[in-house]
C-alpha cells in the first residue's frame, strides 16, 4: 500500500511529522479513503518509505489505536470498522449536557486568578518543568503496562499501596542504599497530601 502522501506538500507549518501523519490517517480514515479492514504497513517498512524514524510513524499509530481508528495485532495493523452513523444521544445525556446556570459566587470563583494570568515564568508552586519530563518513556511504559492489565488492577488498590511495587522498592532501597527494608514497612500513597494526613 503506497501512503507516500502522508507527508505530500503542503505540510502544515509548525507541525511534528508525527501529528502531520496522524491528523492525514485520521482524516483518511473517517473520510473513507482507507477503508475498514484495510491493512496499513508495519511502522518500520513506513517510516523506511517516507525517510523518518520509525517513533514517528508508531506516535501516530498508537494514538489512532487509542482513539479507536486502527486495530493492531500480530497480523498487523488495520483500519478500525466505524459507526457510520454517531450514537444518537439520550434525553438524559442532552438534558446532562444543557448549560448550567452558576450562582454569582461560582462564577466568581471560577474567573482566572488575575495574579497567575499571562505570568511569563512558569513559578507556579508544585508545577514540574515539563520540558524536561520524559513523555515518548512515559508513553511507552504506559502502553506496556495497559497491554498487561487485568480487570483486578482497575478496581481499588490493596491497602498500603500494590503489591509488586512495594516489593519492587524494598528491593530498590535495599540494594541501592544499604537499608534493611521489607515491603510491609513500605505505604504507597496517592499523593504528597495524603502521605501528610497520615
Not at 442532552?94 to 452558576?102: G, I, K, T
Not at 499571562?118 to 524536561?132: I, K
Request: proline share 9%; net charge positive; aromatic share 6%.
Amino acid at each position: 500500500m503506497e501512503l507516500d502522501w502522508l507527508l505530500a506538500p503542503p505540510l502544515p507549518a509548525a507541525m511534528p511529522r508525527q501529528r502531520v501523519i496522524y491528523h492525514r490517517l485520521r482524516e483518511a480514515i473517517l473520510s473513507g479513503r482507507l477503508a475498514p479492514g484495510t491493512r496499513l504497513p508495519a511502522s518500520r517498512g513506513l517510516a523506511a518509505t517516507l525517510n523518518i524514524a520509525r517513533n514517528t510513524v508508531l506516535f501516530a499509530y498508537e494514538q489512532l489505536m487509542a482513539e479507536g481508528c486502527l486495530v493492531g495485532n500480530r497480523q498487523g495493523t488495520r483500519v478500525a470498522a466505524l459507526p457510520l452513523h454517531p450514537p444518537i444521544r439520550s434525553r438524559q445525556a442532552q438534558a446532562r449536557s444543557a448549560p448550567l446556570q452558576l450562582s454569582a459566587r461560582a462564577t466568581a470563583a471560577l474567573r482566572p486568578d488575575p495574579t497567575t494570568e499571562g505570568a511569563s515564568l512558569p513559578f507556579a508552586p508544585g508545577v514540574p518543568d515539563y520540558g524536561a519530563f520524559p513523555f515518548r518513556s512515559w508513553r511507552a511504559c504506559l502502553a506496556r503496562a495497559w497491554c498487561d492489565a487485568s480487570s483486578s488492577q482497575l478496581g481499588y488498590a490493596a491497602l498500603g499501596g500494590d503489591p509488586a511495587l512495594r516489593e519492587a522498592l524494598a528491593a530498590h532501597l535495599t540494594t541501592m542504599r544499604g537499608l534493611a527494608v521489607r515491603a510491609t514497612q513500605i505505604v504507597i500513597t496517592s499523593g504528597t497530601q495524603a502521605a501528610l494526613d497520615l
